[in-house]
């Protein structure tokens, strides 16, 4: 009987629960594992020298059974946010970055890219990048998870690789035709990276005659 109360009635067309995986390029769900659920998923980018960056890109898809929306409202680093940076692209047209809360429709996707670009040395970093949604169990193992995709990071920092050759000439001298066996001299190269970096220095010989 209160006249300044209005009521209204409130429905929605939404069935189901939004339901995060990451997919490979034929959509083939990589995480979470079906067989081992409540398994995590892991980025290596191994060495990178400091001062360089890598980065690696995984999709996001919404893979519902229903059609329930897939929100994502955050993606960021909470360990080692001076090593790893991460932001959200758009599928599209895989240039765009877009800013949360990202909105994505049944079978929708996003691209997540982490920048790996170490300051200093350090022979470990792991990291953590965290993934905040809408689905009330990321990774499928039944407990629950507010929401929350952790993906671990980890990679090396260390110094690139640098060469040091023994020599930069060689002299044979005056050789005699068929001499037997054929005179031979030596080279030695070595990889002047920080040992403890495991830094590896590719080589390639090749003659000019």
Same mark, same amino acid.
């Given at each position: 009987?209160?006249?300044?109360?209005?009521?209204?009635?409130?429905?929605?067309?939404?069935?189901?629960?939004?339901?995060?995986?990451?997919?490979?390029?034929?959509?083939?769900?990589?995480?979470?594992?079906?067989?081992?659920? #409540? #398994?995590?998923?892991?980025?290596?980018?191994?060495?990178?020298?400091?001062?360089?960056?890598?980065?690696?890109?995984?999709?996001?898809?919404?893979?519902?059974?229903?059609? %329930?929306?897939?929100?994502?409202?955050?993606?960021?680093? +909470?360990?080692? *946010?001076?090593?790893?940076?991460?932001?959200?692209?758009?599928?599209?047209?895989?240039?765009?970055?877009?800013? $949360?809360?990202?909105?994505?429709? *049944?079978?929708?996707?996003? @691209?997540? +890219? @982490?920048?790996?670009?170490? *300051?200093?040395?350090?022979?470990?970093?792991?990291?953590?990048?965290?993934?905040?949604?809408?689905?009330?169990?990321?990774?499928?193992?039944?407990? #629950?998870?507010?929401?929350? %995709?952790?993906?671990?990071?980890?990679? /090396?920092?260390?110094? $690139?690789?640098?060469?040091?050759?023994?020599?930069?000439?060689?002299?044979?001298?005056? /050789?005699?035709? #068929?001499?037997?066996? %054929?005179?031979?001299?030596?080279?030695?190269?070595?990889?002047?990276?920080?040992?403890?970096?495991?830094?590896?220095?590719?080589?390639?010989?090749?003659?000019?005659?």
């Amino acid at each position: 009987a209160d006249p300044s109360l209005l009521e209204a009635v409130l429905k929605t067309s939404f069935k189901g629960s939004p339901d995060l995986a990451i997919v490979d390029d034929t959509d083939k769900v990589l995480w979470p594992d079906a067989a081992n659920p #409540g #398994g995590t998923y892991e980025l290596d980018f191994k060495q990178v020298g400091v001062g360089q960056t890598r980065t690696i890109a995984f999709t996001v898809m919404n893979v519902t059974i229903g059609n %329930a929306p897939l929100a994502i409202t955050g993606a960021a680093v +909470s360990i080692a *946010p001076t090593y790893y940076t991460a932001k959200l692209i758009q599928f599209a047209d895989k240039t765009t970055e877009l800013t $949360p809360p990202v909105y994505l429709n *049944p079978a929708g996707k996003v @691209i997540v +890219s @982490i920048t790996f670009a170490p *300051p200093t040395k350090n022979n470990s970093v792991p990291g953590t990048l965290e993934i905040t949604t809408n689905d009330p169990d990321v990774d499928n193992s039944g407990a #629950g998870d507010n929401g929350r %995709a952790i993906i671990s990071l980890k990679g /090396v920092a260390g110094f $690139p690789p640098g060469i040091s050759v023994s020599s930069n000439a060689l002299d044979f001298g005056e /050789v005699q035709l #068929g001499t037997a066996p %054929a005179p031979s001299k030596t080279v030695t190269v070595t990889n002047t990276a920080d040992q403890t970096s495991g830094f590896p220095l590719n080589v390639t010989v090749s003659l000019a005659l």
